[in-house]
């Protein structure tokens, strides 16, 4: 089975800081089709569905701010936050996508705390 | 503007049939490279990916719940339907509906509220 996993658990830190989130995947994402990593990053706040931050490892979903960044391949990869603000406490996920057959694998989260 | 709506049940028996519907708007189900998932999230837990259909009516299930999952849509309503037979206390979750993206990799761009159901006798 494949397995995503993130780390930290949590993360606590002060305004202005610069947040790396990490997520690895037990098995290789990236698909010969378009030699792109399936891998996306959500915000969840409590109460209200994930909103989607990051697809393709590092391309910003419109209208996402651009202190958050995504990088990485292959396996590992990771979430940036740069200048922490309030408003970024959140869980944050990461998710891959396989195509065949389709599978959609989330890891555990990461709790951003300020 | 792209809305998704959950609605069904919030309670039900053991054993029984979940079926919930996702009302979609802003774009019509047979839009090429779009697709409308459902997924679950039990509390404290990552959500978990359920099944998705796609424009062209093909669909796909999880793995571990693919005997009790059927996933249909009604293009004339726009709406996404999901049943899950045969529940047990374990199906208790929040159930969401999203969209897949396909030019967005795959990725769940848009996503319901969310619906509560509880599986208690």
């Known amino acids: 089975d494949v397995v995503m996993t993130q780390s930290p658990d949590s993360l606590a830190l002060s305004l202005g800081e610069r947040a790396t989130l990490n997520c690895k995947s037990s098995?290789?994402?990236?698909?010969?089709?378009?030699?792109?990593?399936?891998l996306s990053w959500y915000q969840q706040n409590p109460g209200q569905p994930p909103k989607l931050l990051i697809y393709?490892?590092?391309t910003r979903e419109s209208g996402v701010p651009e202190r958050f960044s995504g990088s990485g391949s292959g396996t590992d990869f990771t979430l940036t936050i740069d200048n922490v603000q309030a408003e970024d406490v959140a869980l944050y996920y990461c998710?891959?996508?396989?195509?065949?057959?389709?599978?959609?694998?989330f890891g555990q989260g990461t709790k951003l705390e300020i | 503007q792209v809305t998704l709506r959950e609605s069904g049940p919030a309670l039900v028996k053991p054993t029984q049939t979940l079926t919930l519907t996702c009302t979609v708007s802003?774009?019509?189900?047979?839009?090429?490279?779009?697709?409308v998932s459902w997924l679950r999230q039990s509390p404290g837990k990552a959500p978990e990916w359920l099944a998705y259909?796609?424009?062209?009516?093909?669909?796909y299930y999880t793995t571990s719940l693919k005997t009790r999952l059927s996933i249909s849509k009604d293009t004339s309503r726009n709406q996404v339907v999901l049943t899950l037979t045969n529940m047990d206390p374990v199906d208790t979750a929040t159930y969401f509906c999203?969209?897949?993206?396909?030019?967005?990799?795959?990725?769940?761009?848009?996503w319901g509220q969310g619906t509560i159901v509880t599986v208690s006798s």
């Open positions: 259909i796609d424009w062209d009516d093909d669909k």
């Open positions: 802003g774009f019509p189900l047979s839009t090429t490279g779009m697709c």
């Open positions: 098995q290789t994402i990236l698909h010969g089709s378009n030699n792109r990593d399936y």
């Open positions: 998710q891959q996508y396989y195509p065949t057959p389709p599978m959609y694998i």
């Open positions: 999203a969209r897949i993206k396909v030019a967005a990799g795959d990725a769940f761009d848009v």
């Open positions: 393709w490892a590092s």
